[in-house]
T-cell receptor, first 114, second 113 residues
Framework: AAGVIQSPRHLIKEKRETATLKCYPI?????VYWYQQGPGQDPQFLIS???????DKGSIPDRFSAQQFSDYHSELNMSSLELGDSALYFC?????????????FGPGTRLTVL | GENVEQHPSTLSVQEGDSAVIKCTYS??????FPWYKQELGKGPQLIID?????GEKKDQRIAVTLNKTAKHFSLHITETQPEDSAVYFC????????????FGTGTRLTIIP
């Protein structure tokens, strides 16, 4: 079965640079979520989109922005990167129509800020 | 907002024994409780979930129980195997569809051969 695809899998950036993370949800899934996981920590919710509209917002810094496109893929844009932004970034997807709330996670993007 | 506590943070059990991980939540409006298994360098993988209208759910060696009155739920793994070694996260959401998950702090489970 198709899974959530994230790219790139690894990304190394310098401080103050920008980064763009991409997420391709499972086919027919209409909702995308972004989570940040620091070393040894639990995933923290950043932001979610349903049918290309922002549906919820968590502890996402103002330096970050995200959007969901017409083909349902999503991009997380991160600017003025800081050392503390180094983390695993997960995208998850779900399908509202199924009413199961099940979120399927991608393999993640490991961002390292030097 | 929701707060989910998870215990223990680490757990070691002999292969073949049972493992139990417990979580408590604070938001009485939460009614969807999934459990995820995360292996090193991988994304969280859903292993079982339960809704508040069900007290217990079982899938082969894995079971989850929910006590909505006490606001706690537990993961039970029986006949543990080395491949069960991983970090396990509980989570909670309001379960109305496309709701964010609030995760517990994780339990590192080690199965001793």
């Amino acid at each position: 079965a198709a899974g959530v695809i994230q790219s790139p899998r690894h990304l190394i950036k310098e401080k103050r640079e920008t980064a763009t993370l991409k997420c391709y949800p499972i086919p027919r899934h209409d909702t995308v979520y972004w989570y940040q996981q620091g070393p040894g920590q639990d995933p923290q919710f950043l932001i979610s989109f349903y049918e290309k509209m922002q549906s919820d917002k968590g502890s996402i810094p103002d330096r970050f922005s995200a959007q969901q496109f017409s083909d349902y893929h999503s991009e997380l844009n991160m600017s003025s990167l800081e050392l503390g932004d180094s983390a695993l970034y997960f995208c998850a997807s779900s399908r509202l129509a199924t009413s199961t709330d099940t979120q399927y996670f991608g393999p993640g993007t490991r961002l390292t800020v030097l | 907002g929701e707060n989910v506590e998870q215990h223990p943070s680490t757990l070691s059990v002999q292969e073949g024994d049972s493992a139990v991980i417990k979580c408590t939540y604070s938001d009485s409006a939460s009614n969807y409780f999934p459990w995820y298994k995360q292996e090193l360098g991988k994304g969280p993988q859903l292993i079982i979930d339960i809704r508040s209208n069900v007290g217990e759910k079982k899938d082969q060696r894995i079971a989850v129980t929910l006590n909505k009155t006490a606001k706690h739920f537990s993961l039970h793994i029986t006949e543990t195997q080395p491949e069960d070694s991983a970090v396990y996260f509980c989570a909670a959401s309001r379960g109305f569809g496309n709701e964010k998950l609030t995760f517990g702090t994780g339990t590192r489970l080690t199965i001793i051969p």
